[in-house]
């Protein structure tokens, strides 16, 4: 990327006398107009970052964004675990059971307010700090496993590797994770922030999915799912 911006400057410097010559001492405007358009390529690539946006940037972006839910779990005294579902509009949702927990909601249907009904279940609905970025065109059409490390991994820099293995329940090993989110309640409700992105991105891809457990090992992290299908 350094060498291309080298080039950069260098078409700059050429661009500017190659422009002011074609136009005042030679009288070409096809010169100067391409004089022009090199300059504005030179300037373009000169303006263009190095770099994307640092991967510690985004994750204290979503780490920023569990404070306000945690506040409305806090308000609402809401702490039973939630359900993450795709709804027809392609987002991901978090469907918090509000009295017995009788499983995710059958219909996979868009959300119309906070509250859903299904014969006698009642659901707060929430909207998971990753529901947007799991939309992004670089994962669309990936395994689970490689969309996983694409945005744990290589985007966010949550952790150093991941495995993920399925024997009815999806189990995603995360090595050496890097997130430390101490909100209680959002973690009792949508899982650590590791655990509710790898529960975004199943359910966007099967339908309902709960973050069933989360064990802690030496230099690891294993994250359990369990999944229901949805057509």
Known sequence: MEKLYIFALGLLIFSIPFTIASYIILSNIPLTALGIGLMILASSILLTPLESIPPRAIRAMLEGSILSLEAILE???????????????????????????????????????????????????????????????????????????????????????????????????????????????????FGSLEASIAACLTANLIGAVKVSDEILEENSKVIILEVWEHE
């Open 75 to 189: 308000e609402f005294d809401i702490s039973r675990r939630g359900y993450y579902v795709r709804a027809d509009d392609g987002r991901v949702y978090l469907y918090v059971p509000l009295s017995e927990d009788g499983g995710p909601p059958t219909k996979r249907v868009e959300p119309s307010g906070l509250i859903h009904e299904e014969g006698d279940s009642r659901y707060l609905i929430l909207i998971p700090p990753a529901s947007e970025l799991i939309k992004i065109p670089e994962i669309s059409g990936m395994s689970l496993e490689s969309a996983l490390t694409y945005m744990l991994v290589d985007l966010m820099e949550v952790a150093d590797s991941i495995e993920v293995m399925s024997d009815g329940f999806i189990t995603v090993r995360l090595k050496n994770v890097k997130s430390h989110v101490t909100a209680g309640r959002f973690k009792s409700v």
